[in-house]
């Protein structure tokens, strides 16, 4: 266990050794660090983050009040308990001035060993609480951080899973297409009327289908990359409504052949999209994966 580091900031060396004998006579083993000078002091307080600070309050330069003030201006030193100590300021109003600028308690001149260390010992309770909230509260945020990153990851999973069960429906829906064109009009006889209205549906299906595919993709896709779509526009505003489509499915890490079936167009249409693409997001002639890119927005 590491020691406490307790650092002392007085202009007089003598109240600075006082304060050092009483600590060594506590028969606790603390280690001390001081300054007789008040900026030099925050220096010190700044590079080495000490448990408590014990400071005077009338010093050339800063005087104790300012150095409370300068420690809660800087993130790292705001909640190092500061202990003020003075032989002059020592009425009720002196002691609210102190509070009410930040110091954690008062000690009043010439100190008294028991009242110095009691003072020590609460402001090591107060660090002690600090620095456990900090890592109960660090804990939590990686316990929600990876909660999140696994209902994000489950929620794309489930995205992919309803664009596969999609182009398997399409695919169904072309072939059955497909077979009904291959009918011999002119042999269908008596069931031509059924044939005609079974063809136009089919046909409406096989149109319809990739706006539908793309409306149910977009609403799931958003709704775990809501500043995607923000984002890309911002830095490419040039980017066309296709193109967004595109990048939703290589940020999806779909294959070409995924995306041509979801798309309804041919392979070779979307390889030259994908190279238009690159060339249009700046990384064409560059080794970057679309995929990879497109994570960052």
Same mark, same amino acid.
């Given at each position: 266990?590491? *020691?406490?580091?307790?650092?002392?900031?007085?202009?007089?060396? %003598?109240?600075?050794?006082?304060?050092?004998? /009483?600590?060594?006579?506590?028969?606790?083993?603390? *280690?001390?660090?001081?300054?007789?000078?008040?900026? +030099? &002091? +925050?220096?010190?307080? =700044?590079?080495?983050?000490?448990?408590?600070?014990?400071?005077?309050?009338?010093?050339?330069?800063?005087?104790?009040?300012?150095?409370?003030?300068?420690?809660?201006?800087?993130?790292?030193?705001?909640?190092?308990?500061?202990?003020?100590?003075?032989?002059?300021?020592?009425?009720?109003?002196? $002691?609210?001035?102190?509070?009410? %600028? &930040?110091?954690?308690?008062?000690?009043?001149?010439?100190?008294?060993?028991?009242?110095? $260390?009691?003072?020590?010992?609460?402001?090591? *309770?107060?660090?002690?609480?600090?620095?456990?909230?900090?890592?109960?509260? *660090?804990?939590?945020?990686?316990?929600?951080?990876? @909660?999140?990153?696994?209902?994000?990851?489950?929620?794309?999973?489930?995205?992919?899973?309803?664009?596969?069960?999609?182009?398997? =429906?399409?695919?169904?829906?072309?072939?059955?297409?497909?077979?009904?064109?291959?009918?011999?009009?002119?042999?269908?006889?008596?069931?031509?009327?059924?044939?005609?209205?079974?063809?136009?549906?089919?046909?409406?299906?096989?149109?319809?289908?990739?706006?539908?595919?793309?409306?149910? $993709?977009? $609403?799931?896709?958003?709704?775990?990359?809501?500043?995607?779509?923000?984002? /890309?526009?911002?830095?490419?505003?040039?980017?066309?409504?296709?193109?967004?489509?595109?990048?939703?499915?290589?940020?999806?890490?779909?294959?070409?052949?995924?995306?041509?079936?979801?798309?309804?167009?041919?392979?070779? %249409?979307?390889?030259?999209?994908?190279?238009?693409?690159?060339?249009?997001? &700046?990384? @064409? &002639?560059?080794?970057?994966?679309?995929? %990879?890119?497109?994570?960052?927005?």
């Amino acid at each position: 266990m590491s *020691k406490t580091t307790i650092l002392i900031i007085d202009d007089e060396p %003598s109240n600075i050794q006082v304060i050092i004998n /009483l600590l060594q006579n506590s028969g606790k083993d603390y *280690k001390v660090l001081s300054s007789t000078n008040s900026s +030099l &002091g +925050l220096e010190i307080a =700044v590079q080495t983050l000490p448990d408590i600070i014990i400071t005077n309050w009338h010093m050339p330069g800063l005087n104790g009040i300012e150095v409370i003030q300068e420690l809660k201006k800087n993130v790292d030193t705001k909640e190092i308990p500061v202990i003020m100590a003075s032989g002059v300021n020592m009425n009720s109003s002196d $002691l609210k001035l102190a509070l009410d %600028s &930040g110091a954690y308690d008062f000690i009043r001149k010439p100190i008294d060993s028991n009242e110095l $260390l009691a003072r020590i010992n609460s402001a090591l *309770k107060l660090v002690k609480y600090y620095k456990d909230k900090v890592e109960t509260d *660090k804990n939590i945020a990686v316990i929600n951080y990876e @909660k999140s990153i696994t209902e994000i990851e489950t929620q794309k999973r489930e995205i992919i899973a309803q664009t596969m069960l999609l182009i398997q =429906v399409k695919e169904l829906n072309e072939q059955l297409y497909n077979k009904l064109l291959k009918i011999d009009r002119n042999q269908c006889n008596a069931n031509c009327q059924i044939f005609n209205i079974s063809n136009v549906y089919i046909k409406d299906v096989f149109n319809n289908n990739s706006d539908q595919i793309w409306n149910e $993709l977009e $609403l799931n896709f958003e709704q775990i990359n809501e500043n995607f779509y923000k984002n /890309l526009v911002i830095k490419f505003p040039n980017i066309s409504h296709n193109e967004r489509k595109l990048c939703a499915y290589l940020r999806l890490k779909l294959s070409t052949k995924e995306i041509a079936a979801i798309t309804f167009q041919t392979i070779r %249409s979307i390889e030259i999209a994908r190279t238009r693409l690159r060339e249009k997001l &700046g990384i @064409k &002639g560059t080794d970057e994966d679309l995929h %990879s890119f497109l994570l960052s927005f």
